[in-house]
């Protein structure tokens, strides 16, 4: 068996020559007369391939897509046809055993109004909606949000922010999501919004110019 330090590596120009018509030898000594001749310098080498660029998979409208993870946010875009690509926010919200339960992507919302940004809370389809939804910053304050609707994905909450809501999570650790389970309305669910990374993931986006709302 070939010992592997026997192996020599091949040079380019072998591997060249691998690829022409290989040269008939006489069983008897060679003489100089019946051995290759070395190539003029000015010989054609054979044809190589240079390549091509390998550029990503071309998107559809509407095809979501992460450009980057900040902290424990995602910078999630929506592709758009005319190349401005809308982008948000986003995480998947936990419950206190560490379970993903919900999601919540938050977005800049036109300048002029009374909420500068604003967020779709989705959550499971069993929620009690009657209780609504409730959010709090590192314990602090608590605020109570509608559900607007349902659909196969879940229920949806769509929530506004103030500057100074936004500033709060920009000094927060965590903010707790509350919602209840129809099954046992006794019972409340917590979950955690990480605000880890929130300043800097919200510094990327972009206000829009049109009162567009939030993709969901």
Same mark, same amino acid.
């Given at each position: *068996?070939?010992?592997?330090? %026997?192996?020599?590596?091949?040079?380019?120009?072998?591997?060249?020559?691998?690829?022409?018509?290989?040269?008939?030898? =006489?069983?008897?000594?060679?003489?100089? /007369?019946?051995?290759?001749?070395?190539?003029?310098?000015?010989?054609? *080498?054979?044809?190589?391939?240079?390549?091509?660029?390998?550029?990503?998979?071309?998107?559809?409208?509407?095809?979501?897509?992460?450009?980057?993870?900040?902290? =424990?946010?995602? %910078?999630?875009?929506?592709?758009?046809?005319?190349?401005?690509?809308?982008?948000? *926010?986003?995480?998947?919200?936990?419950?206190?055993?560490?379970? +993903?339960?919900?999601?919540?992507?938050?977005?800049?919302?036109?300048?002029?109004?009374?909420?500068?940004?604003?967020?779709?809370?989705?959550?499971?389809?069993?929620?009690?909606? /009657?209780?609504?939804?409730?959010?709090?910053?590192?314990?602090?304050?608590?605020?109570?949000?509608?559900?607007?609707?349902?659909?196969?994905?879940?229920?949806?909450?769509?929530?506004?922010?103030?500057?100074?809501?936004?500033?709060?999570?920009? $000094?927060?650790?965590? +903010?707790?999501?509350?919602?209840?389970?129809?099954?046992?309305?006794?019972?409340?669910?917590?979950?955690? *919004? +990480?605000?880890?990374?929130?300043?800097?993931?919200?510094? $990327?986006?972009?206000?829009?110019?049109?009162?567009?709302?939030?993709?969901?």
């Amino acid at each position: *068996m070939m010992k592997i330090d %026997m192996i020599k590596p091949l040079t380019i120009a072998a591997l060249f020559a691998l690829g022409a018509p290989a040269l008939a030898q =006489d069983s008897g000594t060679a003489t100089p /007369t019946d051995t290759a001749e070395t190539p003029a310098p000015d010989a054609e *080498m054979p044809a190589v391939d240079m390549g091509t660029e390998v550029t990503s998979e071309e998107r559809v409208p509407g095809q979501p897509y992460v450009t980057e993870v900040v902290g =424990d946010w995602e %910078m999630k875009c929506l592709t758009n046809p005319n190349g401005d690509d809308p982008c948000q *926010m986003y995480q998947l919200l936990k419950d206190e055993q560490g379970n +993903s339960v919900a999601e919540v992507s938050l977005g800049k919302l036109p300048k002029g109004g009374q909420a500068v940004s604003g967020a779709t809370i989705v959550v499971p389809l069993e929620t009690l909606l /009657t209780q609504q939804l409730t959010l709090a910053v590192d314990g602090g304050q608590t605020r109570r949000y509608p559900f607007r609707f349902c659909a196969q994905p879940g229920c949806v909450a769509n929530i506004g922010f103030t500057g100074a809501e936004i500033t709060s999570f920009k $000094k927060g650790a965590k +903010s707790t999501v509350t919602i209840v389970h129809a099954a046992a309305p006794a019972q409340k669910v917590n979950l955690t *919004m +990480s605000l880890k990374g929130f300043t800097a993931a919200y510094d $990327k986006l972009v206000t829009p110019e049109t009162s567009d709302a939030p993709a969901q």
